[in-house]
Protein backbone atom coordinates (compact mmCIF):
# COMPACT_ATOMS: atom_id res chain seq x y z
CA UNK A 1 0.00 0.00 0.00
CA UNK A 2 2.54 2.54 0.69
CA UNK A 3 4.31 1.73 -2.65
CA UNK A 4 1.22 2.37 -3.93
CA UNK A 5 0.93 5.79 -2.51
CA UNK A 6 3.84 6.82 -3.99
CA UNK A 7 3.45 5.75 -7.53
CA UNK A 8 -0.56 6.51 -7.73
CA UNK A 9 -1.94 8.97 -9.63
CA UNK A 10 -2.33 12.68 -7.60
CA UNK A 11 -5.97 12.29 -8.05
CA UNK A 12 -5.95 8.66 -5.90
CA UNK A 13 -3.36 9.95 -3.25
CA UNK A 14 -6.06 10.95 -0.83
CA UNK A 15 -8.29 7.94 -1.20
CA UNK A 16 -5.12 5.35 -0.44
CA UNK A 17 -3.87 7.09 2.44
CA UNK A 18 -7.50 7.03 3.76
CA UNK A 19 -7.30 3.59 2.67
CA UNK A 20 -4.04 3.00 5.02
CA UNK A 21 -5.59 4.75 7.86
CA UNK A 22 -8.37 2.40 7.89
CA UNK A 23 -6.73 -0.50 7.71
CA UNK A 24 -4.97 0.24 10.56
CA UNK A 25 -8.05 1.14 12.30
CA UNK A 26 -9.41 -2.46 11.03
CA UNK A 27 -6.58 -4.10 12.41
CA UNK A 28 -6.78 -2.41 16.03
CA UNK A 29 -10.49 -3.74 16.05
CA UNK A 30 -9.76 -7.26 15.76
CA UNK A 31 -6.92 -7.26 17.91
CA UNK A 32 -8.19 -5.30 20.67
CA UNK A 33 -10.44 -8.99 21.82
CA UNK A 34 -7.61 -11.09 21.58
CA UNK A 35 -4.05 -9.46 21.58
CA UNK A 36 -4.44 -6.46 23.72
CA UNK A 37 -0.63 -5.20 23.45
CA UNK A 38 -0.77 -5.63 19.79
CA UNK A 39 -3.74 -3.41 19.73
CA UNK A 40 -2.13 -0.75 21.95
CA UNK A 41 1.06 -0.87 19.84
CA UNK A 42 -1.33 -0.53 16.34
CA UNK A 43 -3.06 2.67 18.05
CA UNK A 44 0.86 3.94 18.89
CA UNK A 45 1.22 3.48 15.06
CA UNK A 46 -2.49 5.40 13.69
CA UNK A 47 -1.29 8.19 15.73
CA UNK A 48 2.11 8.15 14.29
CA UNK A 49 0.60 7.49 10.83
CA UNK A 50 -2.23 10.55 11.18
CA UNK A 51 1.35 12.94 12.26
CA UNK A 52 3.65 11.49 9.53
CA UNK A 53 1.57 12.12 6.66
CA UNK A 54 0.59 15.62 8.06
CA UNK A 55 4.11 15.99 8.21
CA UNK A 56 4.52 15.06 4.38
CA UNK A 57 1.50 16.95 2.99
CA UNK A 58 2.72 20.35 4.82
CA UNK A 59 5.83 19.68 3.71
CA UNK A 60 5.02 19.55 0.21
CA UNK A 61 2.34 21.91 0.44
CA UNK A 62 -0.13 19.67 -0.72
CA UNK A 63 -3.51 20.90 0.45
CA UNK A 64 -5.02 18.52 1.84
CA UNK A 65 -4.84 17.42 5.89
CA UNK A 66 -5.43 13.76 7.67
CA UNK A 67 -8.05 13.75 10.32
CA UNK A 68 -9.36 11.42 12.16
CA UNK A 69 -8.46 8.95 9.45
CA UNK A 70 -10.25 11.16 6.94
CA UNK A 71 -7.73 13.47 4.10
CA UNK A 72 -10.04 16.62 4.22
CA UNK A 73 -9.12 19.07 0.89
CA UNK A 74 -8.09 22.80 2.50
CA UNK A 75 -10.15 25.52 0.58
CA UNK A 76 -9.15 28.10 2.29
CA UNK A 77 -6.19 27.25 4.76
CA UNK A 78 -7.38 29.65 7.75
CA UNK A 79 -11.10 28.45 7.53
CA UNK A 80 -9.87 25.21 7.03
CA UNK A 81 -7.53 26.00 10.38
CA UNK A 82 -10.33 27.64 11.87
CA UNK A 83 -13.55 25.72 11.51
CA UNK A 84 -13.27 22.71 9.51
CA UNK A 85 -10.63 21.38 11.57
CA UNK A 86 -11.98 21.72 14.81
CA UNK A 87 -15.48 20.52 14.15
CA UNK A 88 -14.15 17.46 12.31
CA UNK A 89 -12.29 16.39 15.98
CA UNK A 90 -14.94 17.65 17.80
CA UNK A 91 -17.44 15.24 16.47
CA UNK A 92 -15.24 12.72 16.11
CA UNK A 93 -14.19 12.34 19.94
CA UNK A 94 -17.93 13.24 20.69
CA UNK A 95 -20.43 10.28 21.65
CA UNK A 96 -24.12 10.53 20.49
CA UNK A 97 -23.36 12.79 17.49
CA UNK A 98 -22.21 10.38 15.19
CA UNK A 99 -25.20 11.31 12.74
CA UNK A 100 -23.95 15.01 12.74
CA UNK A 101 -20.28 13.64 11.50
CA UNK A 102 -21.59 11.60 8.63
CA UNK A 103 -23.65 14.71 7.44
CA UNK A 104 -20.56 17.39 7.99
CA UNK A 105 -18.34 14.46 5.91
CA UNK A 106 -20.57 13.62 2.81
CA UNK A 107 -20.83 17.48 2.69
CA UNK A 108 -16.82 17.81 2.24
CA UNK A 109 -17.09 14.64 0.04
CA UNK A 110 -19.56 16.15 -2.08
CA UNK A 111 -17.44 19.40 -2.29
CA UNK A 112 -14.23 16.97 -3.47
CA UNK A 113 -16.66 15.30 -6.17
CA UNK A 114 -17.54 18.83 -7.46
CA UNK A 115 -20.96 18.77 -6.17
CA UNK A 116 -21.97 22.03 -4.49
CA UNK A 117 -25.49 21.54 -4.96
CA UNK A 118 -25.27 17.92 -2.82
CA UNK A 119 -22.71 19.44 -0.17
CA UNK A 120 -25.40 22.46 0.71
CA UNK A 121 -28.21 19.63 1.28
CA UNK A 122 -25.53 17.46 3.60
CA UNK A 123 -24.24 20.18 5.22
CA UNK A 124 -27.72 21.41 5.71
CA UNK A 125 -28.34 18.07 7.33
CA UNK A 126 -25.54 18.01 9.43
CA UNK A 127 -27.09 21.52 11.01
CA UNK A 128 -30.40 19.48 12.07
CA UNK A 129 -29.04 16.26 13.18
CA UNK A 130 -26.81 19.11 15.54
CA UNK A 131 -29.90 20.39 16.78
CA UNK A 132 -31.21 17.48 17.41
CA UNK A 133 -28.30 16.40 19.21
CA UNK A 134 -28.49 19.19 21.81
CA UNK A 135 -32.06 18.79 22.35
CA UNK A 136 -33.85 20.80 20.35
CA UNK A 137 -37.65 19.42 18.83
CA UNK A 138 -38.99 19.72 15.20
CA UNK A 139 -39.58 17.97 12.18
CA UNK A 140 -37.65 20.33 10.15
CA UNK A 141 -34.36 22.87 10.30
CA UNK A 142 -36.77 25.76 10.14
CA UNK A 143 -38.62 24.77 13.39
CA UNK A 144 -35.41 23.25 14.98
CA UNK A 145 -33.61 26.60 14.12
CA UNK A 146 -36.59 28.60 15.96
CA UNK A 147 -36.27 26.16 18.67
CA UNK A 148 -32.82 26.59 19.37
CA UNK A 149 -33.32 30.60 19.26
CA UNK A 150 -36.32 30.10 22.42
CA UNK A 151 -34.19 27.81 24.46
CA UNK A 152 -31.29 30.26 24.04
CA UNK A 153 -28.63 28.27 22.16
CA UNK A 154 -28.97 30.29 19.26
CA UNK A 155 -28.18 34.24 19.58
CA UNK A 156 -30.07 36.72 16.98
CA UNK A 157 -27.48 36.71 14.41
CA UNK A 158 -26.55 33.23 14.44
CA UNK A 159 -30.49 32.06 13.80
CA UNK A 160 -30.39 34.47 10.44
CA UNK A 161 -27.28 31.85 9.11
CA UNK A 162 -28.89 28.95 10.06
CA UNK A 163 -31.97 30.82 8.23
CA UNK A 164 -29.94 31.58 5.42
CA UNK A 165 -28.67 27.79 5.53
CA UNK A 166 -31.87 26.28 5.51
CA UNK A 167 -33.26 29.24 2.26
CA UNK A 168 -30.42 27.54 0.49
CA UNK A 169 -31.41 24.25 0.86
CA UNK A 170 -34.45 24.89 -0.72
CA UNK A 171 -33.02 27.00 -3.32
CA UNK A 172 -31.07 23.87 -4.30
CA UNK A 173 -34.30 21.50 -4.33
CA UNK A 174 -36.16 24.33 -6.36
CA UNK A 175 -32.93 24.64 -9.21
CA UNK A 176 -32.88 20.53 -9.24
CA UNK A 177 -36.61 20.53 -10.36
CA UNK A 178 -35.89 23.56 -12.38
CA UNK A 179 -33.42 21.66 -14.48
CA UNK A 180 -35.42 18.43 -14.57
CA UNK A 181 -37.86 20.75 -16.41
CA UNK A 182 -35.24 21.29 -18.68
CA UNK A 183 -35.33 24.99 -17.69
CA UNK A 184 -31.27 25.22 -17.19
CA UNK A 185 -31.43 26.82 -13.90
CA UNK A 186 -28.14 27.76 -12.26
CA UNK A 187 -26.22 26.01 -9.92
CA UNK A 188 -24.40 26.62 -6.66
CA UNK A 189 -20.87 27.90 -7.24
CA UNK A 190 -18.44 25.34 -5.17
CA UNK A 191 -17.78 28.67 -3.47
CA UNK A 192 -21.18 28.44 -2.15
CA UNK A 193 -20.52 25.38 -0.65
CA UNK A 194 -17.53 26.08 0.69
CA UNK A 195 -19.23 29.24 2.35
CA UNK A 196 -22.17 26.72 3.88
CA UNK A 197 -20.00 24.02 5.05
CA UNK A 198 -17.60 26.85 6.73
CA UNK A 199 -20.53 28.18 8.14
CA UNK A 200 -22.51 25.16 9.74
CA UNK A 201 -18.78 23.90 11.04
CA UNK A 202 -18.50 27.48 13.29
CA UNK A 203 -22.47 26.79 14.19
CA UNK A 204 -21.48 23.32 15.11
CA UNK A 205 -18.82 23.97 17.15
CA UNK A 206 -20.84 26.63 19.30
CA UNK A 207 -23.91 24.14 19.42
CA UNK A 208 -21.78 21.90 20.72
CA UNK A 209 -20.25 24.31 23.31
CA UNK A 210 -23.86 23.85 25.08
CA UNK A 211 -23.44 27.15 26.44
CA UNK A 212 -26.48 30.22 25.76
CA UNK A 213 -25.97 32.74 23.06
CA UNK A 214 -28.24 35.45 24.71
Known amino acids: MTAYIETCDDAMMPTAI ?22 QKLREASEHYEAFVNERLQRHRIRFELIDRK ?30 ETAYKN ?8 SAENAITDAGAALQEALEAVGCKGNA ?12 LLAAHDQRLARS ?10 DRSAKGDAHHATAPAPED ?3 IVHV ?3 LIVRLASGSARG
Open 141 to 152: LGPLIVDARNRG
Open 18 to 39: EALGKAITRFIRLSNAHDPFLA
Open 71 to 100: MVEKNSLELHAAVVSPALRLLGDRGGWEKV
Open 165 to 174: IEDLMQWVSA
Open 200 to 202: VGA
Open 193 to 195: GWL
Open 107 to 114: ALDELHRG
